[in-house]
């Protein structure tokens, strides 16, 4: 007797999140909190304070365009969100990051929450990387972070009272970022960050926690990295989930790792991308270098 042929169906990959508007948390968790969101005004950053938001949450958030703090402003409202407060904020500023939390502070109460979101990023070379270049994305993915932070503990420290940080990270923080060495270095210490500062603070209740998102696509990505996954065919085939994350489900990751339900979490990077840092193939791809795959010309030859 012959056996029947065997079908290979297509795999389904990882289901689809909940509808946008549910809540992974019970409602009013958030009730009476103040959290504030840097790089809130677009992408992930405004995703993320919206859930917050629908949780219960006052927001505080802070963007360097002040364009963008309004479009988010009204865009929250537009979805039932309570008090939102906005600031223009270069997290590079030590001065007027202490005036942006005076601010909230007298407006709705000591933030209770911190979401580190500002990053600066662009691909390039690691050969064509200016001195300014990598300065700018050092200065506001690191050091920026560091500054919030350290203006965030500080308050809580000298008030009595617990908190919490989120700091979004990138996974090539543990593997290298070709491409990307000064985003890599730099997010490398946010890493570093969360581990020594959950260490250090833990005595006084400040949870700090990092928090990575995979390949979310959103409005605030540069144009150049847009075009690199616009060029891509079949982003979501790429994917061990066989899809990408929506901005949503880095809101839900956030507004839990930030909760009384996560109390004893802390020094900790939760990642979220469906498992596509860990991909590992049978038969390694060939090697196509930084430089081609940003269609750029042998270093040195003008076309860089």
Request: net charge neutral; hydrophobic share 40%.
């Amino acid at each position: 007797m012959t056996e029947p042929a065997k079908t290979h169906a297509r795999p389904a990959g990882l289901p689809g999140p909940p509808p946008a508007g549910a809540s992974a948390l019970p409602p009013g968790t958030y009730d009476g909190s103040t959290v504030l969101v840097t790089g809130g005004g677009t992408g992930l950053g405004k995703a993320i304070a919206a859930e917050f938001a629908r949780l219960g949450a006052s927001l505080v958030i802070a963007s360097r365009k002040a364009e963008h703090l309004k479009a988010a402003q009204d865009e929250l409202a537009a979805i039932g969100c309570g008090r939102v407060m906005t600031a223009q904020c270069d997290i590079r500023d030590p001065e007027r990051i202490a005036e942006v939390f005076d601010a909230a502070t007298a407006a709705s109460g000591l933030p209770d929450v911190l979401v580190n979101n500002a990053a600066a990023n662009f691909p390039v070379p690691a050969e064509d990387m200016s001195p300014n270049a990598w300065r700018a994305v050092v200065d506001i993915t690191l050091t920026g972070t560091w500054f919030m932070t350290r203006e965030f503990a500080r308050r809580h420290l000298s008030a009595g009272t617990p908190g919490s940080v989120v700091n979004i990270g990138a996974s090539y923080a543990w593997t290298g970022g070709p491409g990307f060495a000064h985003s890599a270095a730099a997010k490398a210490g946010v890493k570093s960050l969360v581990e020594t500062l959950a260490v250090e603070w833990g005595p006084y209740g400040i949870q700090v926690n990092g928090l990575v998102p995979g390949l979310v696509p959103h409005e605030d990505m540069t144009d150049d990295i847009r075009g690199h996954l616009d060029r891509q065919r079949e982003k979501a085939g790429r994917q061990p989930a066989l899809r990408v994350g929506l901005p949503r489900e880095v809101g839900w990751a956030a507004t839990f790792l930030a909760s009384p339900y996560a109390r004893f979490i802390t020094g900790h990077t939760l990642v979220v991308d469906g498992a596509n840092w860990q991909r590992r193939a049978l038969v390694s791809p060939p090697v196509t270098t930084v430089r081609e795959q940003l269609g750029r010309g042998a270093f040195g030859d003008g076309a860089g």
